[in-house]
């Protein structure tokens, strides 16, 4: 591994504990189902204007329902960054589910992205990756935005990536 990816690595995980030990946690209320949590206009505008670090807030808790069930309501990914979704219904298939929404420089991008091939109807730019499960684009003046489906069901990985990552970009 080059000097630069060990850099990148050591600033992402630098990075993230600085987010979490600067944010702290408010103690909010987590995903409990679709059925309890339909979303609500105010999750609609908190996951608008949500701040570059808070990716937690840039998917409301029913569009991430929606895709794996009730839900842990995200927290920070220390493995790539951004914010991670996994769901507490258990395994399916052997795998439990997980949505991963995150935003990163260029470089912390290039060392830790799976890029993929080009994808069409997306934004310039727009790869995915369908061993991961990996939709990256640019977004907000250089930076890369990123959504990692896990799900059970692989033909439908790229559909949902494509879906939250539209979201993803009207938010950023």
């Not at 409990?32 to 807030?57: F, I, W, Y």
């Not at 994808?119 to 003046?141: K, M, Q």
């Not at 930076?143 to 539209?166: E, H, M, Y």
């Amino acid at each position: 591994m080059n000097i630069f990816r060990k850099l990148a690595h050591v600033a992402i995980v630098g990075g993230a504990l600085a987010l979490v030990v600067g944010c702290g946690s408010d103690g909010g209320r987590t995903s409990s189902g679709p059925a309890d949590d339909p979303g609500t206009p105010d999750d609609v505008a908190s996951a608008m204007t949500a701040p570059k670090g808070d990716e937690c807030k840039r998917l409301t808790a029913s569009e991430v329902t929606e895709v794996i069930g009730p839900n842990d309501g995200g927290q920070h990914d220390f493995a790539i960054g951004g914010c991670v979704w996994t769901a507490t219904s258990g395994a399916k298939d052997g795998l439990v589910e997980a949505i991963t929404a995150t935003v990163l420089s260029k470089a912390e991008y290039e060392g830790v992205a799976e890029v993929g091939e080009p994808v069409t109807g997306s934004a310039d730019g727009t790869t995915y990756n369908p061993i991961h499960g990996e939709l990256w684009f640019p977004c907000r003046s250089g930076d890369f935005c990123g959504i990692k489906v896990k799900i059970s069901d692989p033909d439908k990985r790229k559909d949902v990536a494509t879906r939250l990552g539209k979201v993803l970009q009207g938010r950023v």
